[in-house]
């Protein structure tokens, strides 16, 4: 059992969500599972180049209010100032779009 003091010194139950990413052209989308949490007790944080994610959930283990953590290294093909992220039934999407150097650009050949 791994818990963690956060805010308010209460004891929280410490778990790894769950997470798939799917590339796309213009964009990576990022697929967490965190049952229970929602948009207010949802962090999402860049600091150096790292993705962090914190959500509280209502759900509780052993006791304790679970609080699902996850970080994530970014490289410079992600443009930081366009990250968005919403919750919805129970899955948090962080969209992490693709700076502009980072695209493919296709040149019309004449």
Not at 40 to 63: D, F, Q, W
């Amino acid at each position: 059992m791994d818990n963690e003091k956060v805010k308010n010194d209460e004891m929280y139950y410490e778990v790894l969500p769950a997470a798939d990413v799917i590339e796309e052209e213009k964009d990576a989308q990022l697929y967490l599972e965190v049952p229970g949490a929602n948009s207010k007790s949802v962090t999402v944080e860049v600091n150096h180049k790292v993705l962090y994610i914190k959500a509280i959930s209502t759900l509780r283990r052993a006791g304790y209010p679970l609080l699902y953590k996850r970080s994530f290294q970014l490289s410079d093909a992600v443009d930081i100032t366009g990250i968005t992220a919403k919750t919805q039934d129970g899955v948090l999407t962080v969209t992490l779009p693709k700076s502009e150097r980072a695209m493919v650009h296709r040149i019309q050949v004449e």
